[in-house]
């Protein structure tokens, strides 16, 4: 596969992500700080904020993904799969606890 290909591949994945940390952000903001007096935050908002604070793991996710003859597809769709896992896995947790609040 030629580096172009897998340059768009890796960036839709990471927008893709980066979309689905913003929902799961928002979502969670709502349920559990809004109650609390804080403004809501819309999906942008959170997904800003969770690149901000990203920034600094994604040097150290690269590294992760850089195998011996450079750039990894393969490991870098593996690690964007498992994140995204994460993600839901965390706001189906949530969702159950704000059921019971």
């Avoid at 172009?4 to 940390?21: K, P, Q, R, T």
């Avoid at 799961?24 to 007096?37: H, K, N, Y």
Wanted: glycine letters at 10%.
């Amino acid at each position: 596969m030629n580096k172009l290909a897998e340059l768009f591949i890796s960036f839709g994945c990471s927008v893709l992500l980066a979309m689905l940390c913003g929902v799961v952000v928002s979502d969670m903001w709502t349920w559990f700080v809004v109650p609390l007096g804080v403004m809501p935050i819309g999906i942008a908002h959170a997904m800003g904020i969770m690149a901000i604070l990203g920034i600094p793991m994604y040097g150290m996710a690269y590294k992760q993904v850089e195998g011996d003859m450079g750039f990894d597809l393969k490991r870098f769709l593996t690690m964007e799969f498992v994140i995204a896992a994460m993600y839901l896995l965390m706001w189906g947790l949530a969702a159950v606890y704000h059921s019971f609040m």
